[in-house]
């Protein structure tokens, strides 16, 4: 895995950002990226795919699995919007899709497929209702409001696959101490398969003269 250009930033809260100070002397590796698939799309930790290939919510989750996650789980506004935002730019439109809810182990309580609690209650007007008792999953894009709703899990709808971000390891050496205590988590920018952000899951930093690292020194230190 070649890096051809690399800028390290320290995560920090918004409006407290701040980049650490270089000093010449050390040489640092920095490894191990949190990414998703190409193809998907990252938001707050997760890798959300849209398939327009029509299944049975069933059959939708089965596909999901095989891809390593569930049919998507939504915990907020936030992640409503940015799911419902990637299926307009690859639709245009906003077809009926299949989420992760479902209420057939017991009615009226509902689960996500994913194991996560069910706490984000965006139902359309009227809804759930299930229509002749028998909707127990959960589809979004309902109605002008363009919100949950429960329907059949039979019916065949395109759908939207949930995984966690992935770890893929590379290095990035630098010439100079970083002085920023925060060596936790950084944020690379590189150019890597065509570029982009990644999110770093572990971060360490070598004295080539010691071969220590940072976790090591604090280890010894107590």
């Not at 010449?24 to 890798?47: A, D, I, K, L, Q």
């Not at 590189?190 to 010691?210: D, E, I, M, W, Y």
Request: with cysteine; net charge neutral; hydrophobic share 30%.
């Amino acid at each position: 895995m070649a890096l051809t250009r690399a800028a390290v930033v320290p995560e920090a809260e918004p409006g407290n950002r701040t980049e650490p100070s270089v000093q010449e002397g050390e040489s640092h590796s920095m490894e191990t990226y949190t990414v998703c698939p190409s193809g998907w799309t990252g938001f707050s930790g997760r890798c959300f795919l849209y398939v327009p290939t029509p299944l049975s919510w069933a059959n939708a989750e089965r596909n999901c699995q095989n891809r390593g996650g569930n049919l998507a789980s939504v915990h907020s506004f936030n992640e409503h919007h940015v799911i419902q935002s990637m299926i307009w730019r690859l639709t245009h439109t906003y077809p009926l899709t299949w989420l992760g809810g479902y209420d057939a182990t017991q009615e009226g309580t509902w689960f996500w497929s994913d194991g996560t609690p069910f706490r984000f209650n965006f139902w359309s007007p009227g809804n759930p209702n299930n229509y002749r008792g028998g909707q127990h999953c959960l589809q979004m894009n309902y109605g002008d409001h363009k919100k949950f709703d429960d329907d059949f899990c039979s019916y065949s709808r395109p759908f939207i696959c949930a995984r966690k971000r992935w770890c893929e390891t590379g290095e990035l050496s630098l010439r100079g101490q970083l002085t920023d205590s925060s060596l936790s988590r950084y944020q690379f920018e590189f150019n890597l398969a065509g570029g982009g952000v990644r999110l770093l899951c572990k971060a360490s930093t070598v004295n080539p003269q010691t071969q220590e690292s940072t976790e090591e020194r604090h280890r010894r230190r107590g």
